[in-house]
C-alpha cells in the first residue's frame, strides 16, 4: 500500500510537472496567431481610430496582426461584455473608454463586474472632449447654446456615441451646472452621431477630440469650447466651457484590458507592445494632434486611475440624477 501510494504521489507530481511545462511553453509561444481588440463603437469615431493606429503598431511588435472587432452598442456594454466573457488567453482584448468608469453607476444590472470581470494592460491616452456645432450654426460661444437652451427650453439636441459615454456626460453636466433642457441623441458610435451632426439632424456634439479634430480643421464643424479645466495646445483659441459654467470639467480616456484571469506573462507582452506602438512616431503623429496626451502606462497605473474616475462619477451621477435614459 505504500509503495502504491508513492507511486501515485510520483505521478500525480509528474503530471503536474509536465502540466506546467506545456503551459510555460505555451505562454512563451504566445502569440501564435491573430489577436481580436474589439471596439464597442461603430467605425468612424475617436476610438476607432485610436485604435487601428494602435492595432499596427502592436501587431509589428507581437508579430501577428491584431484584427479591429466593431462591437458597437448600449453605450459600450455589448462590446465590452464580450470580451468578459472571451478566453483568459490574450487574444480577445478590448479598447475602453470613459464609459467602462461610469457604466457601474449608471447601469446596475451590468451583464458583468467591471473591478472584476477584467485585467489591466495600460493607458494608453486622455484628452478633452470639445463641444462642436455644424460650420454654419448660429452658435459661435458656449453662451450662444446657453441662451438659445433658455429660451426654447428642450429644443435643442446634442448627440453621442451612446449612453454612458463621455460625450452623453458631458451633456448632462452642462444641461445640469447651466439649468437648462436639452434633448440628448445617442448613436451606436461617434461616426454615425458626427454624420448626423454635419447633415443637420443635431445640434451639436461634446465628441472626443479624436472624433472630431478632423472635421474642425477641415472647416466642417466649429469649436466652440473645451472640457478640461485648462485649454487644449491643439485646439488653439478654443477657450474651455468651465469659463463660463463653473465647476465644468470632462476627460476622455482610452485603454486596453484583456479578460479577468489572462496570465501575467501575456499581459506582460501585450504591455510591452502597447507601450511600444503608443510610443511610435505614427501613433504620436496621429494622435497628439487631435488634442490627446500619449500616457502608455503599466497596468497598475490604468487601474488607479479609472477606480478614481469610476469614484468620481459615481457621486456625479448621483449627486446630479443622470439617467442612462
Same mark, same amino acid.
Given at each position: 500500500m505504500i509503495a502504491l501510494n508513492t507511486v501515485s504521489r510520483r505521478f500525480a507530481a509528474l503530471v503536474c510537472a509536465t502540466a506546467a511545462l506545456a503551459s510555460t511553453h505555451a505562454f512563451a509561444a504566445y502569440p501564435d496567431k491573430p489577436i481580436r481588440l474589439v471596439v464597442p463603437f461603430a467605425p468612424g469615431g475617436g476610438t476607432d481610430l485610436v485604435a487601428r493606429t494602435l492595432a499596427v503598431g502592436m501587431g509589428k511588435?507581437?508579430?501577428?496582426?491584431?484584427? +479591429?472587432d466593431n462591437k458597437p452598442g448600449a453605450g459600450t456594454i455589448i462590446g465590452t461584455d464580450s470580451v468578459a466573457k472571451s478566453p483568459p488567453d490574450g487574444y480577445s482584448i478590448v479598447i475602453a473608454t470613459f #464609459?467602462? =468608469? $461610469? @457604466?457601474? !453607476?449608471? !447601469? /446596475?444590472?451590468? %451583464?458583468?463586474?467591471?473591478s472584476k470581470a477584467f485585467t489591466p494592460i495600460s493607458l494608453i491616452a486622455?484628452?478633452? @472632449?470639445?463641444?462642436? $456645432?455644424?460650420?454654419d450654426s448660429p452658435f459661435k460661444s458656449v453662451k450662444d447654446v446657453i441662451a438659445a437652451a433658455k429660451a426654447k427650453p428642450g429644443k435643442l439636441t446634442y448627440a453621442s456615441q451612446g449612453n454612458g459615454t463621455s460625450a452623453h456626460l458631458a451633456g448632462e453636466m452642462f444641461t445640469n451646472l447651466t439649468k437648462v433642457q436639452m434633448i440628448h441623441v445617442p448613436y451606436r458610435g #461617434? *461616426? %454615425?452621431a458626427i454624420t448626423d451632426l454635419l447633415g443637420g439632424q443635431v445640434d451639436m456634439i461634446f465628441g472626443t477630440a479624436a472624433a472630431v479634430a478632423t472635421f474642425v480643421d477641415s472647416g466642417k464643424l466649429r469649436a466652440i469650447g473645451v472640457t478640461s479645466a485648462s485649454p487644449s495646445p491643439?485646439?488653439?483659441? $478654443? #477657450?474651455?466651457?468651465?469659463?463660463?459654467? /463653473? *465647476? &465644468?470639467?470632462?476627460? !476622455?480616456? &482610452?485603454?486596453? &484590458?484583456? /479578460?479577468? *484571469?489572462? /496570465? #501575467?506573462?501575456? +499581459?506582460?507582452?501585450?504591455?510591452?507592445? =502597447?507601450?511600444? =506602438?503608443?510610443?511610435? %512616431?505614427?501613433?504620436?503623429?496621429k494622435i497628439e494632434q487631435e488634442g490627446l496626451s500619449i500616457m502608455a502606462s503599466e497596468p497598475a497605473e490604468l487601474d488607479r486611475y479609472v477606480k478614481?474616475?469610476? =469614484?468620481?462619477?459615481?457621486? +456625479?451621477?448621483?449627486?446630479?440624477?443622470i439617467k442612462a435614459e
Open positions: 511588435e507581437l508579430g501577428q496582426q491584431v484584427i +479591429i #464609459a467602462h =468608469a $461610469v @457604466n457601474p !453607476s449608471l !447601469s /446596475p444590472k451590468l %451583464p458583468f463586474d467591471t486622455k484628452g478633452p @472632449n470639445v463641444l462642436v $456645432v455644424k460650420a #461617434a *461616426g %454615425p491643439a485646439l488653439k483659441g $478654443v #477657450a474651455p466651457i468651465g469659463q463660463d459654467v /463653473p *465647476g &465644468y470639467q470632462v476627460e !476622455s480616456w &482610452y485603454g486596453l &484590458y484583456a /479578460p479577468a *484571469g489572462t /496570465p #501575467a506573462e501575456v +499581459i506582460a507582452k501585450l504591455n510591452a507592445a =502597447a507601450k511600444k =506602438a503608443a510610443a511610435s %512616431p505614427d501613433f504620436a503623429k478614481a474616475e469610476e =469614484a468620481r462619477w459615481k457621486k +456625479i451621477v448621483k449627486e446630479n440624477n
